[in-house]
């Protein structure tokens, strides 16, 4: 039978399949009978897609019997995205979270600047690239 | 502040309803103040999503959106956890959809009506510069629950009270017609301010407990940040108005039951359908 954290490693964030939940970092703990996981906005409508969709996962891989709690303290931060992650996010078109200059997903340029503080989800806001013109999501640091 | 007293309320008021003082015990004095967290939030979530398609730009349509996704996630926090302490079997959905305008505990400043842009947003400095602040001091409520959205929520008011504070700037600085609407907003939503920092029984019960937060201890903090947005925004103060208090306890503006007769009219007329 998988690892509990094996099949979790399965499960992609709705909102942006490319990753996991565990890259995301909201996994916060894996013991035999239970999870533990954090939402990553108070209001993320994707919280509750997660916690069910870690619940078929886990009914599948035969961990019926494993409870999935949700701990708000401590709370959810980008720090706790795995370089995995990041690197997937790039890939993917969103820069990841940083606290140095923001680069283009595209073209790699330092370049960039803010469109809007708010983007398609809660964790995302709208930045151009001024090198190659494109607009592209960076996921907030929070 | 003021130069005109609050109204006095009567002591002696007893029952549910406007005007009561909730029993100064543990269970029913936390189900109170977390009804007021949850309908501050919830209530201005509301609101806000009044603007979802109409906003100036597309940019600032997401960011409304946005905020009042956060506010109603934090809405949803509160009102679980009051339902729990209240022990009747009521969850959040139920709090929020069937309760009527006598039972909500939101502050008056949520429930105004938008008006123009200049508005909502001297709405949203004014309440989002005081839900930071009063966050920050829940950080270390003894309730598990108020300290853990606390905790996630000061970040995301943050954001909130940035922009609304960039925008107050923009406005306050920018042409002769935006200046005169932010300071119109300003001046309309300014009456509401002296509620947010309302210190009764219940707030001294809940703060002496460590559970909630007196909101005298950060009024200075308030005032200069308030004073500091608007010097930038080269606006001065709004005139003192006489205060309007009473949300808190059930006693409301004619705008909260029009707002709530939109939020609650599908949950009404169709309970506990699903989808």
Not at chain 1, 87 to 94: C, E, N, P, S, V
Not at chain 2, 179 to 197: C, H, K, M, Y
Not at chain 2, 228 to 247: F, H, T
């Amino acid at each position: 039978m998988e690892s509990i954290r094996a099949v979790l490693a399965q499960v992609p964030d709705p909102e942006i399949p490319v990753i996991s939940v565990v890259e995301l970092g909201i996994v916060r703990s894996v013991e035999p009978h239970r999870v533990v996981i954090t939402p990553t906005y108070t209001g993320c409508p994707a919280t509750r897609v997660i916690e069910r969709d870690i619940r078929d996962a886990l009914d599948s891989a035969g961990y019926r019997h494993v409870a999935i709690e949700t701990a708000l303290s401590p709370a959810w931060t980008t720090d706790w995205i795995s370089e995995e992650g990041r690197r997937k996010l790039r890939a993917y078109g969103i820069a990841p979270p940083t606290k140095a200059a923001v680069e283009c997903p595209q073209c790699g340029s330092a370049e960039t600047e803010e469109i809007s503080r708010f983007g398609s989800t809660p964790c995302k806001a709208q930045w151009r690239c001024r090198a190659c013109a494109e607009p592209f999501d960076l996921f907030k640091c929070h | 502040m003021a130069s005109l007293p609050p109204i006095d309320l009567p002591s002696n008021a007893t029952g549910s309803g406007a005007f009561d003082t909730p029993a100064l015990e543990e269970g029913p004095a936390l189900f109170e103040y977390l009804l007021r967290l949850g309908d501050d939030a919830l209530i201005l979530g509301q609101r806000l999503g009044e603007w979802c398609g109409h906003a100036p730009s597309v940019e600032v349509d997401l960011s409304l959106a946005n905020f009042a996704l956060d506010l109603i996630g934090q809405a949803t926090h509160f009102l679980d956890r009051a339902g729990e302490v209240e022990g009747k079997g009521r969850d959040g959905d139920a709090l929020a959809f069937r309760r009527d305008v006598l039972d909500y505990r939101n502050c008056w400043l949520v429930e105004q009506p938008n008006g123009d842009f200049a508005r909502t947003m001297a709405r949203q400095f004014l309440f989002s510069t005081w839900q930071k602040l009063l966050f920050r001091h829940l950080l270390s409520s003894k309730d598990p629950l108020i300290a853990g959205v606390a905790e996630k929520a000061v970040k995301e008011v943050t954001y909130h009270e940035e922009l609304a504070s960039e925008w107050v700037i923009r406005l306050g600085d920018g042409t002769e017609e935006s200046r005169r609407r932010i300071e119109d907003g300003l001046a309309w939503n300014w009456r509401f301010v002296p509620e947010l920092f309302e210190s009764d029984p219940l707030t001294s019960f809940l703060a002496e407990r460590g559970i909630g937060a007196d909101p005298a201890a950060f009024r200075a903090d308030y005032d200069a940040r308030i004073r500091s947005v608007l010097a930038e925004a080269m606006l001065d103060p709004p005139a003192d108005q006489r205060p309007i208090l009473g949300g808190r306890r059930g006693h409301h503006s004619e705008h909260l039951g029009h707002l709530l007769a939109v939020m609650q009219f599908l949950p009404r007329t169709y309970p506990d359908s699903k989808w």
